[in-house]
């Protein structure tokens, strides 16, 4: 895999689970395949292209991780959990927590979970919902930046996934597991065991608290067995 939207390539689709987040029925490949491409299209007519960002507010929904590979897909560089003032194109967040954002002119505002009476504000789950499920071809070098973090260091397509293969590695990750995310994706070293190493393996990515897991992403600097300590992440 050369890009991260090879994680969500067509070939990828089938019935295995891919994302588990509470109150759901969660994702399988095809699903999350599918809304990832829909989500891309969506960010696509809101301006979103390479050498943008895409900052996004997390919780532990889909919205956010559907949101994360739309944008890569796009070549868009995204920023979890961004200060409330941000170059951004796009921002993505809870109905709740749209309006104490605020984007630079042309920046456009998306809510998810509760829509919010803003007319200008986008609410992801209609939208995204209505949006084409299949997605040209959009070829992207593996240096192209996917994530930023607070400290302005960007990290790429390339970077990411070589970090992810060393974790389902190490892990030996295979079809079947599911591994739990407990740190935040602020943090590219969440985004790499945490997302990027269950896809690459064709495991489970969980965001649900109520359901166990095979393996488990941490902050704790003293993990037990199953938990990776994000300090043992090789980014």
Not at 120 to 129: I, M
Not at 144 to 164: I, K, N
Request: glycine content about 8%; overall charge negative.
């Amino acid at each position: 895999m050369n890009t991260l939207g090879d994680l969500v390539a067509r070939k990828r689709r089938d019935d295995d689970p891919a994302l588990a987040v509470p109150d759901s029925r969660g994702y399988d490949y095809h699903r999350l395949c599918t809304t990832a491409w829909k989500t891309g299209n969506f960010l696509r007519h809101l301006g979103v292209r390479e050498g943008v960002t895409v900052a996004i507010r997390t919780a532990p929904a889909a919205q956010p991780v559907l949101g994360f590979f739309g944008a890569v897909l796009l070549g868009s560089g995204v920023r979890f959990d961004p200060p409330t003032e941000i170059d951004a194109r796009v921002l993505l967040a809870p109905g709740e927590s749209v309006e104490e954002y605020e984007l630079p002119p042309g920046g456009q505002y998306v809510s998810y979970g509760d829509s919010v009476p803003d007319p200008t504000v986008s609410h992801f789950e209609t939208d995204v919902w209505s949006e084409n499920p299949v997605f040209p071809e959009t070829p992207l070098p593996p240096e192209t930046v996917a994530l930023s973090r607070s400290d302005a260091r960007e990290l790429s397509h390339a970077e990411l996934l070589d970090a992810g293969n060393v974790v389902a590695s190490e892990w030996g990750l295979e079809p079947g597991d599911s591994i739990a995310v407990r740190a935040p994706l602020a943090d590219p070293r969440t985004v790499a065991a945490g997302l990027v190493a269950p896809l690459l393996a064709g495991a489970e990515i969980s965001l649900d608290p109520d359901r166990t897991a095979d393996f488990a992403v941490s902050d704790s600097a003293a993990p037990e067995p199953s938990v990776l300590a994000l300090d043992d992440v090789p980014l």
